[in-house]
């Protein structure tokens, strides 16, 4: 899909019960980023069903970077519709809604019905408790298979952190949300718009550092070079982080500062 009329940056946000396109009616807002705001939704033509609407609003200048930007959410958004996994929201439409006379384009996906593995995890801590081996093994065993599933279509997640997974209410299997490959693209268009080399390979992206500092790779958050095996070291990241209830920064210190003594007690 191609839109022609120019998109253009927002500081309008919806409000709770405005309808779009006759078809979702606005509840309220889930939370916002650099790449625009994301909604809780629901689909007045499907009986209420609840769903999720991420506004693509990029934080760019000028008509060129607006329109890259706008072609490069659109085929991030392509990829997303060709992955069809029940452990994945299913992708629903990618739509143009003129309001006060601008374009503004949206993504719309299932909503998922339950916790994230950061609220989890804090839930625990606060009654001074932790994910136990058993857990996190059994997190493992659901999630990897979605991590081969699209690996093996070309995607890369690029952000998995306990934000990112949630644990579905109604059959308590884990959910991976918010690709990050979504939420680079004002980054890939910045980086094309100065004449650096992105490469659209199928495991691999170079231009965009996005991801978690603690649980992306260096080179990730370094130099935005991305490959499917940064989505297995981000996994590692969190299934340590819940499994011992600390901080992914208090865990590098913490490794720093073994590392530092060993160096010492060896010289």
């Known amino acids: 899909m191609r839109y022609q009329e120019q998109l ?5 946000e919806l409000n709770s019960g405005d309808v779009l396109k006759s078809h979702y009616r606005i509840l309220h807002q889930l939370g916002h980023g650099g790449f625009g705001r994301t909604y809780l939704a629901e689909d007045i033509n499907r009986f209420n069903e609840r769903c999720v609407l991420k506004e693509f609003a990029p934080r760019l200048q000028g008509t060129f970077a607006l329109s890259k930007a706008q ?19 299913k992708f629903r439409e990618l739509f143009r809604y003129k309001y006060q006379d601008k374009g503004r384009l949206f993504l719309v996906q299932d909503y998922v019905e339950g916790q994230t593995y950061h609220a989890l995890c804090r839930d625990l ?7 136990s081996e058993v857990g996190i093994k059994h997190l493992l065993k659901q999630i990897l298979p979605v991590l ?7 995607v890369i997640h690029c952000d998995i952190s306990p934000d990112n997974i949630i644990l ?11 690709f990050g490959s979504i939420k680079a693209v004002e980054n890939k268009a910045q980086s094309q718009l100065m004449g650096a080399i992105f490469t659209t390979d199928s495991l691999s992206l170079i231009g965009t550092a996005i991801g978690k500092i603690g649980y992306a790779p260096p080179e990730q958050i370094e130099r935005g070079i991305v490959f ?16 011992t209830g600390k901080k992914p920064q208090r865990l590098i210190e913490t490794n720093y500062k073994i590392v530092k003594v060993s160096v010492a007690n060896i010289l």
């Open 71 to 89: 072609e490069l959410f659109e085929r991030e958004a392509g990829i997303l519709y060709r992955l069809q996994h029940p452990q994945i929201p």
């Open 148 to 154: 081969q599933y699209i690996h093996a279509m070309g």
């Open 8 to 12: 253009t940056t927002m500081n309008t």
């Open 168 to 178: 579905r209410s109604a059959d308590r299997l884990p959910m991976l949300i918010d």
């Open 125 to 131: 801590a606060q009654e001074g408790m932790k994910f």
């Open 228 to 243: 499917a095996h940064s989505d297995l070291y981000a996994l590692a990241a969190t299934a340590v982080v819940l499994l």
